[in-house]
């Protein structure tokens, strides 16, 4: 429905970008997926696999024009702190894993770059689509 009405709204060859988390990351699917930060209600109740968005955005009357992966360093931080919160019940140490922190930062843009090289994904994904 929602797509329908950014169509409605777009002119031809209007273009739309999507950004959102991906299914498909190492953190989503090996490494804590439970705890993983992808879900990250209320703002992402649905998280997609590129496929399934790209049909979803097909079916909208949207052409795929091109598909990235880009560098989500907060989707490690804060899973980290979940996990580490939770499973291992180290609160004090998780509040120093975040974005303002310099180390943990690289660290998890490391891990990003790593997924980019091995599997040409991230937990964030870019999806720029145009108007049939």
């Keep these: 429905e929602t797509l329908a009405k950014v169509r409605d709204i777009l002119r031809p060859g209007g273009a739309l970008l999507l950004e959102t988390p991906s299914s498909e990351s190492w953190d989503a699917r090996v490494v804590a997926p439970r705890y993983w930060a992808g879900w990250h209600a209320p703002r992402h109740w649905t998280v997609f696999d590129e496929k399934g968005l790209c049909r979803l955005l097909e079916d909208a009357g949207f052409e795929i024009v091109s598909v990235k992966y880009t560098l989500s360093p907060f989707i490690w931080l804060h899973?980290?702190?979940?996990?580490l919160k939770e499973r291992v019940g180290v609160p004090k140490i998780a509040r120093y894993i975040d974005v303002?922190?310099?180390?943990?930062?690289?660290?998890?843009?490391?891990?990003?770059?790593?997924q980019l090289a091995v599997r040409r994904r991230t937990s964030n994904m870019q999806i720029l689509a145009r108007k049939l």
């Design 79 to 83: 899973t980290f702190q979940y996990w």
């Design 100 to 114: 303002w922190n310099p180390i943990a930062l690289v660290g998890a843009c490391v891990l990003d770059v790593i």
